[in-house]
């Protein structure tokens, strides 16, 4: 068994305080007692949960389906254009590349075996 210093007693004084209250009617539960006891809070919210109508549970659960949703949307918008900025940028490297190799005389199919463009991108090229 665990022994208790003294500094703890008040502490756990409170906890317990808390929890009593939780156990006789948890509506009568404060606000910044919630807030001190995390796991006092949770337990008032799961009872919550558990009380609600089954049309209510129904609703909630959609409602999180459909945040998760288009948090999962987003990241994917987010990581789709990270990689086309990615490509963008390999695409204006190359492009860069292409021309100090046009400005170093170089032929047009020397470049597409260096850099890969196509021909028609190096025709756009302006020097």
């Given at each position: 068994?665990?022994?208790?210093?003294?500094?703890?007693?008040?502490?756990?004084?409170e906890k317990l305080a808390i929890w009593s209250k939780f156990i006789v009617n948890p509506e009568m539960l404060e606000k910044s007692e919630m807030q001190r006891n995390k796991v006092v809070k949770k337990a008032k919210d799961e009872l919550?949960?558990?009380?609600?109508?089954?049309?209510?549970?129904?609703?909630?659960?959609?409602?999180?389906?459909?945040?998760?949703?288009?948090?999962?949307?987003?990241?994917?918008?987010?990581?789709?254009?990270?990689?086309?900025?990615?490509?963008?940028?390999?695409?204006?490297?190359?492009?860069?590349?292409?021309?100090?190799?046009?400005?170093?005389?170089?032929?047009?199919?020397?470049?597409?075996?260096?850099?890969?463009?196509?021909?028609?991108?190096?025709?756009?090229?302006?020097?």
């Amino acid at each position: 068994m665990k022994m208790i210093k003294n500094e703890e007693i008040p502490k756990q004084n409170e906890k317990l305080a808390i929890w009593s209250k939780f156990i006789v009617n948890p509506e009568m539960l404060e606000k910044s007692e919630m807030q001190r006891n995390k796991v006092v809070k949770k337990a008032k919210d799961e009872l919550g949960n558990m009380s609600r109508s089954e049309y209510e549970q129904r609703l909630a659960e959609l409602r999180e389906e459909a945040i998760l949703d288009r948090n999962t949307q987003i990241l994917s918008n987010y990581e789709s254009g990270v990689e086309e900025a990615i490509k963008q940028g390999k695409k204006e490297v190359c492009i860069e590349i292409a021309k100090r190799l046009l400005n170093l005389k170089k032929t047009k199919e020397e470049i597409i075996e260096i850099i890969g463009l196509t021909k028609e991108e190096i025709e756009k090229i302006k020097i």
